[in-house]
Antibody
Framework: QVQLQESGPGLVKSSETLSLTCTVSGGSVNGGSYYWTWIRQPPGKGLEWIGYSYYSGFSNYNPSLKSRFSISVDRSKDQFSLKVTSVTAADTAVYYC?????????????WGRGISVTVSS | QTVVTQEPSLTVSPGGTVTLTCASSTGTVTSDYYPNWFQQKPGQAPRPLIYSTRYRHSWTPARFSGSLLGGKAALTLSGVQPEDEADYYCLFYRGGVHVFGGGTRLTVL
């Protein structure tokens, strides 16, 4: 059973860049039809899909979000990452990483536990 | 940008049946939207329940079922248990992007 674990800073200052990493164990980011996804949830609010990347580097993002978000896959470490530039208080949220199955089902079948990120002024 | 609408809240009695729905601003929801359903309890990560409209994950109890109903995606809980009290989210995949519904808070009372 694949497992995902988020890591990164719990606190970041406004206008700085947030970098989060998701480590995949019990599986690999390489190959197959899986895509690697980030989702976030502001305090007391619903889930927001941020974007995904395949191991090939092909990626896609939530069109409602500005181009401050980027996702990359590190095939050598079985990790994938999220970068958010110029953060503001609105980026305060629990960030989840998840695996998507692109083999025709498009389901997010494995999730990390989430990491809470606070943007301070 | 597609907007996905769910009932904000529903209440059901233990042992009862309840149906949660997800509507799309683009029109009728079909299997090509690959509806997913997730359950989230306080302080926990979302747990996948249903994918591609009607398929249960290996860990999903049989009392959860997914379908298309009246132009929407639907999640039906039959024989509701107290532990089913949670927030439920749907997720669509359309045109290469995912979009979540706003969530339904299910109260078992």
């Amino acid at each position: 059973q694949v497992q995902l674990q988020e890591s990164g800073p719990g606190l970041v200052k406004s206008s700085e860049t947030l970098s989060l990493t998701c480590t995949v164990s019990g599986g690999s980011v390489n190959g197959g039809s899986y895509y690697w996804t980030w989702i976030r949830q502001p305090p007391g609010k619903g889930l927001e899909w941020i974007g995904y990347s395949y191991y090939s580097g092909f990626s896609n993002y939530n069109p409602s979000l500005k181009s401050r978000f980027s996702i990359s896959v590190d095939r050598s470490k079985d990790q994938f990452s999220l970068k958010v530039t110029s953060v503001t208080a609105a980026d305060t949220a629990v960030y989840y990483c998840a695996r998507g199955d692109g083999s025709g089902y498009y389901n997010l079948d494995s999730w990390g536990r989430g990491i809470s990120v606070t943007v301070s002024s | 940008q597609t907007v996905v609408t769910q009932e904000p809240s529903l209440t059901v009695s233990p042992g009862g049946t309840v149906t949660l729905t997800c509507a799309s601003s683009t029109g009728t929801v079909t299997s090509d939207y690959y509806p997913n359903w997730f359950q989230q309890k306080p302080g926990q990560a979302p747990r996948p329940l249903i994918y591609s409209t009607r398929y249960r994950h290996s860990w999903t109890p049989a009392r959860f079922s997914g379908s298309l109903l009246g132009g929407k995606a639907a999640l039906t809980l039959s024989g509701v248990q107290p532990e089913d009290e949670a927030d439920y989210y749907c997720l669509f995949y359309r045109g290469g992007v995912h979009v979540f519904g706003g969530g339904t808070r299910l109260t078992v009372l």
